[in-house]
């Protein structure tokens, strides 16, 4: 179970985030926060991550570089001080065993990418954002990541009326071309996943679902070298679910890894919460069973608590709740999958494409012209069959009964 949920906790919100919304401040007790952070809040807020890590038992995490180190004000700066916090993360890990799942870039955040980062209409912010990337990217192999994560952030528009889209697509391209040939030139061996999402903070990001991720690396060539990493609230705000956008990422050969914090079903906004409904998440944990596991990726908590979970043990009831919940779901996922039931009305349903005709159409051996003869001629009059889905349906409920 460990090995196949690969759970890890973020960074970012568990410590760099003290509760803002944008109708108030912080409201939980965060000490090494501010508007300014000095190396000494920096060590103090890694001292609060480990030891959270290790007493919760988690195997990974994850992090954003300026989210865990010192406030820089220049690139060289930022080069330093990503250095001086990536050491004492490296003698954490040591310490404590706890493995980084991926590491990331914000992109986001800082004044300088209010237009976007690879996307930027200004060419200066794109270098300095190529430079963030290269920084990380190179931490990220040091420290013996798995993965490295792209979220658009700012990659997308709030007007058309001011925005070059074919333009933007291009450098963006050329931005995430120039990340891949880094990656093997320095010689990390992790995968590098993009983060869709359909919207917010832009209007539109270009990342929009697996779907647009796909026709994106297909167009720059980078099918074999980009995976996804798939997020639960973003797959909801495209208006899909979570589900279809894993039962797309592996039709396509870019599964990646997963961000599987939730959101409200009545908010049309990224609520980033802990998952608690194990059987709604069965159908997804399903293909991870499939698949007998993940190749690099994990599970990822990018998770917020409410504003109103103050104290310290709320972050330990939110995580141990979420972890609980994957657990249920895996147990319900392997009885439905060694039950046997649901794959064999699969199975059943695509029968004739196993036969001899399905393999010739399918196969290619007929044109349209030849197809519609041949339909002609045998006299095809196919009968309606049912689709069985409630009984598809009530096989995943009978089985989420831990
Ligand atoms: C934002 C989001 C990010 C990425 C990492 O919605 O999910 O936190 O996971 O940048
Ligand atoms: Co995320």
């Excluded at 410590?15 to 000494?40: S, Y």
């Excluded at 029968?351 to 519609?372: F, P």
């Amino acid at each position: 179970m460990e090995d196949w949920l690969k759970v890890a906790v973020c960074y970012w919100h568990s410590f760099n985030w003290p509760g803002t919304d944008i109708f108030g401040g912080g409201t939980l007790n965060r000490p090494w926060l501010g508007a300014t952070v000095t190396q000494a809040m920096a060590d103090a807020k890694l001292d609060a991550a480990f030891d959270f890590f290790a007493r919760l038992g988690v195997r990974y995490f994850c992090f954003h570089d300026v989210d865990a180190m010192a406030t820089a004000a220049t690139l060289k700066e930022h080069d330093q001080n990503l250095r001086k916090i990536e050491a004492g993360i490296a003698a954490k890990m040591a310490a404590t065993g706890v493995k980084l799942l991926w590491g990331t870039a914000n992109l986001f955040s800082h004044p300088r990418y209010a237009g976007g980062a690879a996307t930027s209409p200004d060419p200066e912010v794109y270098a300095w954002a190529a430079a963030q990337v290269r920084c990380c990217l190179e931490a990220t192999h040091r420290l013996g990541g798995e993965n490295y994560v792209l979220w658009g952030g700012r990659e997308g528009y709030d007007s058309l009326l001011n925005t070059d889209l074919k333009r933007e697509l291009d450098h963006y391209g050329r931005f995430l071309s120039m990340v891949v040939e880094h990656k093997h030139r320095i010689g990390f061996k992790g995968t590098i996943l993009i983060e869709p999402k359909p919207f917010e903070p832009t209007k539109h990001q270009y990342d929009h679902d697996v779907a647009a991720v796909f026709a994106f690396l297909q167009r720059y060539d980078l099918t074999k070298e980009v995976k996804v990493n798939i997020e639960v609230n973003h797959a909801t705000l495209a208006g899909l679910d979570f589900e279809h956008e894993i039962a797309a990422a592996r039709a396509f050969g870019i599964f990646g890894s997963i961000d599987i914090n939730r959101g409200d079903p009545r908010n049309g906004w990224d609520t980033d919460q802990f998952p608690n409904n194990a059987q709604e998440l069965v159908p997804s944990m399903l293909q991870l069973v499939e698949d007998q596991g993940f190749v690099t990726g994990g599970f990822n908590f990018d998770a917020k608590l409410r504003r109103q979970s103050v104290d310290p043990v709320d972050l330990y009831l939110a995580h141990i709740g979420g972890i609980d919940t994957l657990a249920r779901a895996l147990l319900a996922a392997v009885d439905v999958a060694a039950d046997g039931g649901l794959a064999r009305l699969k199975r059943e349903r695509y029968q004739g494409w196993d036969d001899e005709l399905g393999l010739r159409i399918a196969g290619g051996a007929l044109t349209l012209a030849a197809l519609a003869d041949l339909a002609t001629e045998r006299g095809f009059d196919p009968v309606p069959r049912s689709g069985r889905q409630e009984l598809a349906e009530s096989m995943i409920a009978r089985h989420s009964k831990y």
